[in-house]
């Protein structure tokens, strides 16, 4: 929440067999800080380690607010196309 607006979501899941985070804030709202106070604060709550990310690569932002939060990146490959996103290079982060 922002200025008491909904600007996004958050969330853990496990996805083949990784516990991982994901998080989407609209456009509108980037750089404020919003996704990294965000990931910081379920961190808080979501205590399972270790926890995975992924992140396309040129996604420069969004790498960096996992970093911010003690993520590091532990490789790049090349993501599958799905219904909702083309192939492309990913970040693979991982917090320990």
């Known amino acids: 929440m922002a200025d008491d607006v909904l600007v996004g979501c958050i969330s853990s899941f496990v996805a083949e067999g990784q516990c991982c985070v994901g998080y989407w804030i609209a456009k509108e709202f980037w750089g404020r800080g919003i996704a ?20 396309a690569r040129q996604n420069v932002r969004s790498i960096r607010v996992l970093i911010r939060n003690g993520f590091t990146i532990k490789r790049y490959e090349m993501g599958p196309e ?13 917090l320990d």
């Open 36 to 55: 990294t106070r965000a990931l910081a604060l379920l961190l808080q709550e979501v205590t399972t380690r270790p926890l995975h990310a992924r992140v």
């Open 82 to 94: 799905t219904d909702r996103y083309p192939a492309c290079e990913e970040a693979v982060l991982e």
